[in-house]
């Protein structure tokens, strides 16, 4: 349910950066989402499609950039995705979590003239 609100403010932002452009209509926001971010994808376009109606933002795509989770091995110091677990491919010690992965911002707002 979140993502309800979630949404909500990302309709605000786009609507916020879009207020002094000028343009005929928005056809693509894209937004980046890092896997740890705690939203689900089918929920956020969802939402989206609700919240845009009659809004500058109605009929725009919204492209979802999936984002890895990284995570760091303070043995070898090496960045690495997961896996099946936390444990680093090189030197097998485990790893440890970052802020890779828990992203969620707009990448982009198109328009077209």
């Known amino acids: ?25 928005v056809t693509r926001i894209k937004v980046v989402v890092g896997e740890l971010s705690g939203i689900i994808d089918e929920s956020l376009k969802f939402y989206f499609d609700i919240l845009t109606k009659g809004t500058i933002l109605e009929g725009a ?13 303070q043995k070898c110091s090496e960045y690495f ?20 992965g828990k992203e969620f911002y707009i990448e982009s707002i198109e328009v077209d003239d």
Do not use: N
């Open 1 to 25: 349910m979140h993502e309800y609100f979630v949404t909500r403010q990302l309709v605000k932002i786009a609507e916020d950066a879009l207020k002094d452009v000028s343009f005929k209509r």
């Open 81 to 100: 995705e997961r896996t099946k677990d936390f444990t680093c491919p090189k030197c097998l010690s485990l790893g440890k979590l970052t802020e890779h």
């Open 61 to 73: 795509q919204l492209k979802i950039i999936p984002k890895k989770a990284l995570l760091y091995c």
